[in-house]
């Protein structure tokens, strides 16, 4: 008996979060029913237990999403699996293991498929989670020679939203070792790949470069023209539904180019905005949720000192 593996793809027009919800309740029926006729322990169960991961997570639903993909490693703990199906069940975990802010396991599981012969795309998305790991570990060394082998594997197509992701890590290794100028240049040629790959302005992963621009813009010294970027960035998510946690990480930026502006009290209502939206679907003590508690707990100390 044959296992579809249904790939959910974030952000299709035309499908509501209920339609995801509903589809999200099927697979999870459908898994269920493969654990039945298979058994606990199968390569059958471990692979749609990580479709069903997938789909959650692309419907926001991490803790669901972290879970299944709980069980699909458990199902498979021990077998032996196609080289292909073990590399996309690790990535999978560590991606989501990245998700909610679980930075060194995501590291170690995406180390330990470096020895496998992989095909090349698989190696390049392996290598942009795994820079983006280093990134959010502050590791800039090993993120800055991360980077460049992701945009190495990514290949020489402009048109590739593969290659203008790889750019995004390498953008941000910049930024985290201190060389921002290189890091603007760097993440200006990321937003023009991206819309040449067909992504759309409104498109979040277009936003997500602006808004990783505008802190480049700030570390460069250039504060207004950052927070012009930002409150525009903010207004647009606040209208559109789409990523809480995109929407929260612009909002604590904004917080933080609010106050260097001297406007203390629209940076703390920013912060405030901020964890609303990232409690959306991140854990309490996730890191960004951490950082945005330091966030709010600096502008109050900084708003009393300015009176």
Known sequence: MAVRHFHAVPGRPGVSAGDKDLALAEMRRAAADTQFAFGVQNPETAMTWMSVAIMARNAGHLADADQAMQRAVRAADGLRLRAADRAELERTMALIDYDLGR?????????????????????????????????????????????????????????SAGLAFARQVQARALALSGQNGAALVQIDAVIAGLQVAGRSPASVEVARARRQRAEILLNLGRDTEGLETLRELAARLAAVPGSPVERGLTLDLLGVAERRAGHFDAGRAANL???????????????????????????????????
């Open 103 to 159: 930075y060194g396991a995501a590291r170690d599981r995406l180390l330990g498929l470096a020895s496998q012969a992989l095909s090349a795309s698989e190696r390049a998305l392996q290598l942009r989670i795994l820079g983006n790991t280093y990134v959010e570990l502050g590791d800039a060394s090993h993120a800055l020679q991360t980077a460049a082998a992701a945009v190495g594997a990514a290949g020489q197509d402009e048109k």
């Open 273 to 307: 905005a901020a964890r609303s939206a990232l409690l959306e679907q991140l854990p309490e003590q996730h890191p960004y949720l951490i950082r945005n508690a330091a966030l709010r707990n600096g502008a109050s100390q900084q708003r009393r000192e300015s009176t």
